[in-house]
């Protein structure tokens, strides 16, 4: 199924990934759902199954695959194409329709030579839907062409990346999908599917048609027995039930669905730590906290005191400024940044507060580019702080 060139780059999870593909795309005729996490590689398994398929047989050549993603990846779906495929005679020919331009007769012309030489096309979602409603094109037998090429009968096989844009059945791109005659579907996804169960039949009923029935028979003999199940209140009874859905849900989906989260990457990656660390705020950083405090009061600002209450959010960035680094107050007081007059006071309780401290922070600094040291890396919401990150 893999060609030699690419295989040697395939992990143990992808080589699966691109058996399911192989097995259901190729073997079955039918289409699949290729759920894992961003990150695992999901469009080097498309690289692999498509160029497996274009390339199996003499009497494969001239099909044509469409790759059918949100605009902004196209570009990033050439460069997988010429990142993992070999660059010699064997590889597809890999056409984006947005190169043809705006022009019709143009487009046309490339959708003929992807048609009839085969390859692999890349489309955006919102140009497909326009281009097979047809709504803007007033040519009749350039209608009729866009169909042929594009609807009825289509490429041979096609690929939905960001698979959740079609999770309502009911929107321009999905109708405009469902109408595709082409069996094999391969449909991308990275998001964790269980989450919604309405999107998930739309998904697969895409790739899949009437394996889950209708939405209103799949709502009645799974949506509502799972969910009632998973209620705080729920009897023994209904969580029973709820399991023996799943379970029957489960087998149904094994053989369209092929799901992988980060854990398949356990053996090739180092374990992860996370450490939250709390650190007691100085002297200094506990005097700007209190000062403020003591003068936001309504008659400080202006404002009412219910006006005060509203801007707790306010308040609280201009703190996380204090307890990130009395520097980041400094630096964005002496680097002009605009302050209305509500702020007034602010410059005032940081230049009142500064003073009465042991060591005003002009000391600190100067302390600190005589101490030197080892430095380590630290993350912080404030660009400022980045900017001169010194001890408080």
Request: aromatic share 8%; charged share 25%.
């Amino acid at each position: 199924v893999i060609q030699r060139s690419v295989s040697k780059y395939l992990q143990t999870h992808q080589r699966a990934g691109v058996s399911f593909a192989w097995d259901c795309l190729v073997r079955q005729g039918k289409g699949c759902v290729l759920a894992h996490c961003m990150g695992l590689g999901k469009s080097l398994q498309v690289c692999c199954t498509l160029f497996g398929m274009l390339k199996r047989g003499d009497d494969s050549n001239g099909e044509s695959v469409m790759i059918v993603a949100p605009v902004n990846t196209l570009g990033n779906w050439e460069k997988e194409f010429d990142k993992w495929l070999p660059d010699d005679h064997t590889s597809p020919t890999v056409y984006k329709l947005v190169d043809a331009g705006s022009v019709t007769a143009n487009r046309l012309g490339m959708l003929r030579e992807w048609h009839e030489e085969g390859g692999v096309l890349l489309v955006g979602y919102d140009q497909y839907r326009n281009l097979t409603l047809a709504n803007r094109v007033k040519n009749q037998k350039q209608r009729d062409l866009l169909q042929q090429y594009l609807v009825d009968p289509g490429p041979s096989a096609v690929v939905c990346d960001e698979g959740h844009i079609l999770r309502n059945s009911k929107s321009g791109i999905a109708k405009a999908m469902s109408r595709l005659k082409t069996h094999r579907r391969l449909v991308l996804s990275g998001t964790p599917l269980q989450n919604n169960l309405k999107e998930y039949h739309c998904m697969v009923d895409f790739v899949r048609p009437g394996l889950l029935g209708s939405e209103k028979v799949f709502t009645r003999d799974f949506i509502h027995p799972i969910l009632n199940g998973q209620c705080v209140d729920s009897t023994p009874q209904d969580v029973k039930i709820m399991r023996q859905r799943s379970h029957v849900l489960h087998g149904l989906l094994k053989v369209c669905v092929d799901r992988a989260d980060y854990r398949v990457l356990s053996s090739y990656l180092p374990p992860k730590h996370e450490y939250v660390i709390a650190i007691r705020m100085s002297r200094l950083q506990c005097e700007l906290y209190r000062t403020f405090l003591a003068n936001l009061q309504p008659s400080s600002f202006g404002y009412s005191e219910t006006a005060i209450k509203s801007r707790v959010f306010e308040a609280y960035h201009s703190l996380a400024k204090v307890w990130t680094h009395p520097a980041v107050l400094t630096i964005e007081k002496e680097g002009g940044f605009k302050s209305s007059k509500k702020y007034d006071s602010m410059d005032d309780f940081i230049a009142e507060s500064g003073e009465d401290s042991d060591d005003s922070y002009s000391d600190r600094k100067k302390k600190k580019q005589k101490g030197g040291g080892k430095r380590s890396h630290a993350k912080t919401d404030s660009e400022a702080s980045l900017t001169d990150a010194g001890d408080p």
